[in-house]
């Protein structure tokens, strides 16, 4: 575990950038690029003047955010300098970003606020540019209510969730409403891709739906609670919804979670009570084989998921039988853990209310990899040493007046002459002599560290 701080209020949003950097960004308005593997705060940006509401990594040299200042920023990740600003960009907080895939080219995204307007922009072809960034349309929301995410779905179109029980689908070529999605009975805070050919919606009241994206008819009804209100709360809130190998896809619900086979329809694994609050996001880790989730308890909890376990016969409309077993827990912020960002297979960061960013990672691999870096490092020393050493001594062809010892017997069957182990230590120069043999006059050798560092690779 690294703690890493920077911020001075709640962290809501992490994006990873490559393998070696992640963005931080807080309700201060500050943005912090990280390298996620040494921990180093590489910039700390004061980007806007309210919270950080929604980031967008547009390439792998450029940085969008949105704040609820009602502005849009371009920042060059290599340097940290702002290159240009959309002030104004809504008459509300800017809610979402989205990259579209459009006719106009690379560089097309997708805004969308607390207006009545979702933004289509066309972003400088290369960072640094003198060209700004130009705005390619409007299209007029049909909905009043606050926006809570989009979804750009295959046939230029987008979906948009708000604080409405509907769904509302605008097409980006025509720049005008397609159509209203009706089933949910509550507003809707999750959309997600589950295919070319599918997408999910998950709301408040617990329903998750399964839509057909060129027919935007509801496909399958995953789960549908006849009460979902008690005591002024949503006991099965869908706050978050990820897809595990191929076709389950896990919802974050309330304090549990599920996981439904896409393909059945069917419930296949149920945790009720994996948390004491809310979930706050569920991941992936190990391929697959693991899930994490975090929480309004401020605690981070990892679960065993078998994959031939998902493969059995599940349940429809109703609880499963199976758990996931809990085989971790991990404490380290102190209030509610808002956000997980996996960087590889097995090491993950999570932000927090506390204003925290923690990185965690798997004792073991670190453990091997340290082993690995000192292993390479261990070894090109001593290539440095053999080169420094023959430069002394002098080419071959310089000592061919030292007399050859006699010729090494021929091995005989099943013997071993002379075999090398243990670990490389710092060689001396007597093994650079001129070899000889039956069939030849001189023979070059090769470094002792060489064949050393051949016998570990292979």
Same mark, same amino acid.
């Given at each position: 575990?690294?703690?890493?701080?920077?911020?001075?209020?709640?962290?809501?949003?992490?994006?990873?950038?490559?393998?070696?950097?992640?963005?931080? %960004?807080?309700?201060?308005?500050?943005?912090?690029?990280? @390298?996620?593997?040494?921990?180093?705060?590489? &910039?700390?940006?004061?980007?806007?003047?309210?919270?950080?509401?929604?980031?967008?990594?547009?390439?792998? &040299?450029?940085?969008?955010?949105?704040?609820?200042?009602?502005? !849009?920023?371009?920042?060059? !990740?290599?340097?940290?300098?702002?290159?240009?600003?959309?002030?104004?960009?809504?008459?509300?907080?800017?809610?979402?970003?989205?990259?579209?895939?459009?006719?106009?080219?690379?560089?097309?995204?997708?805004?969308?606020? @607390?207006?009545?307007?979702?933004?289509?922009?066309?972003?400088?072809?290369?960072?640094?540019?003198?060209?700004?960034?130009?705005?390619?349309?409007?299209?007029?929301?049909?909905?009043?209510?606050?926006?809570?995410?989009?979804?750009?779905?295959?046939?230029?179109?987008?979906?948009? %969730?708000?604080?409405?029980?509907?769904?509302?689908?605008?097409?980006?070529?025509?720049?005008?409403?397609?159509?209203?999605?009706?089933? &949910?009975?509550?507003?809707?805070?999750?959309?997600? @891709? !589950?295919?070319?050919?599918?997408?999910?919606?998950?709301?408040?009241?617990?329903?998750?739906?399964?839509?057909?994206?060129?027919?935007?008819?509801?496909?399958?009804?995953?789960?549908?609670?006849?009460?979902?209100f008690d005591n002024h709360a949503y006991p099965f809130a869908v706050s978050h919804m990820v897809t595990l190998i191929d076709k389950y896809l896990c919802c974050a619900m309330g304090r549990g979670f599920r996981i439904y086979d896409v393909t059945s329809g069917e419930c296949v694994l149920d945790n009720k009570d994996a948390h004491e609050a809310q979930i706050s996001q569920v991941m992936q880790l190990y391929k697959g084989t693991r899930l994490v989730t975090c929480s309004a308890d401020s605690s981070i909890k990892i679960w065993s998921v078998s994959p031939s376990g998902l493969q059995r016969r599940g349940v429809r409309f109703g609880r499963s039988t199976r758990t996931a077993q809990q085989v971790g827990e991990m404490w380290g912020h102190s209030e509610a853990v808002v956000c997980l960002l996996p960087f590889s297979s097995?090491?993950?960061?999570?932000?927090?209310?506390?204003?925290?960013?923690?990185?965690?990672?798997?004792?073991?691999?670190?453990?091997?990899?340290?082993?690995?870096?000192?292993?390479? %490092?261990?070894?090109?020393?001593?290539?440095?040493?053999?080169?420094?050493?023959?430069?002394?001594?002098?080419?071959?062809?310089?000592?061919?007046?030292?007399?050859?010892?006699?010729?090494?017997?021929?091995?005989?069957?099943?013997?071993?002459?002379?075999?090398?182990?243990?670990?490389?230590?710092?060689?001396?120069?007597?093994?650079?002599?001129?070899?000889?043999?039956?069939?030849?006059?001189?023979?070059?050798?090769?470094?002792?560290?060489?064949? @050393?560092?051949?016998?570990?690779?292979?």
């Amino acid at each position: 575990m690294q703690i890493l701080e920077a911020h001075t209020d709640i962290v809501r949003c992490l994006l990873k950038i490559d393998e070696f950097r992640l963005v931080s %960004a807080s309700d201060e308005g500050r943005v912090v690029v990280w @390298n996620h593997v040494t921990g180093q705060c590489i &910039h700390t940006i004061q980007a806007h003047t309210r919270p950080v509401t929604c980031m967008l990594l547009l390439d792998r &040299h450029t940085l969008l955010t949105g704040s609820s200042d009602r502005s !849009i920023r371009f920042w060059n !990740i290599a340097t940290g300098a702002c290159e240009h600003v959309l002030h104004d960009a809504h008459k509300g907080s800017v809610q979402c970003l989205a990259k579209l895939q459009t006719g106009e080219g690379r560089g097309v995204f997708c805004s969308g606020g @607390n207006d009545q307007d979702l933004c289509l922009w066309k972003a400088p072809a290369a960072t640094g540019s003198l060209s700004k960034p130009s705005l390619l349309g409007l299209i007029h929301r049909k909905e009043e209510e606050n926006l809570h995410c989009l979804l750009p779905i295959s046939g230029q179109r987008i979906v948009t %969730a708000s604080n409405a029980s509907y769904l509302f689908v605008y097409n980006t070529d025509t720049m005008a409403f397609d159509k209203l999605l009706a089933y &949910h009975r509550e507003s809707v805070r999750c959309l997600i @891709n !589950i295919s070319e050919s599918m997408f999910a919606s998950g709301s408040l009241d617990g329903s998750v739906v399964i839509w057909q994206t060129d027919t935007l008819a509801p496909l399958k009804i995953l789960d549908y609670p006849e009460k979902f209100f008690d005591n002024h709360a949503y006991p099965f809130a869908v706050s978050h919804m990820v897809t595990l190998i191929d076709k389950y896809l896990c919802c974050a619900m309330g304090r549990g979670f599920r996981i439904y086979d896409v393909t059945s329809g069917e419930c296949v694994l149920d945790n009720k009570d994996a948390h004491e609050a809310q979930i706050s996001q569920v991941m992936q880790l190990y391929k697959g084989t693991r899930l994490v989730t975090c929480s309004a308890d401020s605690s981070i909890k990892i679960w065993s998921v078998s994959p031939s376990g998902l493969q059995r016969r599940g349940v429809r409309f109703g609880r499963s039988t199976r758990t996931a077993q809990q085989v971790g827990e991990m404490w380290g912020h102190s209030e509610a853990v808002v956000c997980l960002l996996p960087f590889s297979s097995d090491s993950f960061a999570s932000c927090g209310a506390d204003g925290l960013v923690i990185l965690w990672k798997d004792g073991r691999g670190q453990w091997e990899m340290r082993n690995r870096y000192a292993t390479a %490092a261990l070894l090109q020393h001593h290539m440095q040493l053999d080169a420094e050493q023959l430069d002394e001594v002098g080419d071959v062809d310089d000592v061919e007046h030292v007399e050859p010892p006699p010729p090494n017997p021929s091995p005989v069957d099943g013997q071993v002459i002379s075999v090398y182990s243990g670990t490389p230590t710092r060689p001396d120069i007597s093994h650079l002599q001129v070899q000889a043999s039956a069939d030849c006059t001189t023979q070059e050798v090769q470094p002792r560290s060489e064949r @050393n560092i051949q016998a570990l690779l292979l």
